[in-house]
């Protein structure tokens, strides 16, 4: 569960991001929309005055361009908290974690917020290799995963 990330941005607990139902409801809507486009959605948590502010789902490509959105999306001089994306393919053992793309994106060029990767649950009864990079903080009894991923050297 999210309340086992001890991280915080800007005071913000992952928990506390993944406490807005706003949120939540991007996920399940932008996932509908991933799995019929067979395109990756995706949004941007950030902070303005200390209120957490909501974007997406965005619709994307084949992969979805974050630079180009948040550079678009982040209202200048906001803080951000938490990115995320949506993998479009539901059924493919692969999409359904966080590609090494995205645990090299997590720690380095988006070190400095929430990485949260949302997918469907097709995955090995062993979960995956290098399973210990990343978290699912989905709610209990979701029907989709939401990985969260970690830093270098963070205990997850
Ligand atoms: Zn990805």
């Given at each position: 569960m999210a309340a086992n990330v001890a991280r915080t941005i800007r005071n913000h607990t992952l928990a506390n991001v993944l406490a807005v139902p706003q949120l939540l409801d991007a996920w399940k809507t932008g996932l509908d929309k991933a799995h019929d486009d067979r395109l990756e959605y995706g949004g941007l948590v950030y902070e303005d005055g200390g209120v957490l502010h909501f974007k997406g789902p965005k619709?994307?490509?084949e992969t979805f361009n974050m630079v180009e959105y948040v550079g678009k999306e982040l209202p200048a001089g906001k803080n951000?908290?938490?990115v995320w994306h949506i993998h479009d393919e539901p059924g493919r053992?692969?999409?359904c974690k966080p590609s090494d793309g995205d645990?090299?994106?997590a720690r380095n060029q988006w070190g400095h917020m929430f990485y949260l990767v949302i997918t469907g649950r097709t995955e090995p009864a062993k979960g995956f290799p290098g399973q210990n990079r990343f978290k699912d903080v989905a709610?209990?009894?979701?029907?989709f995963k939401a990985w969260y991923v970690g830093l270098e050297n963070e205990k997850l």
């Open positions: 619709k994307g490509a951000p908290i938490a053992v692969g999409a645990v090299s994106n709610p209990a009894g979701s029907t």
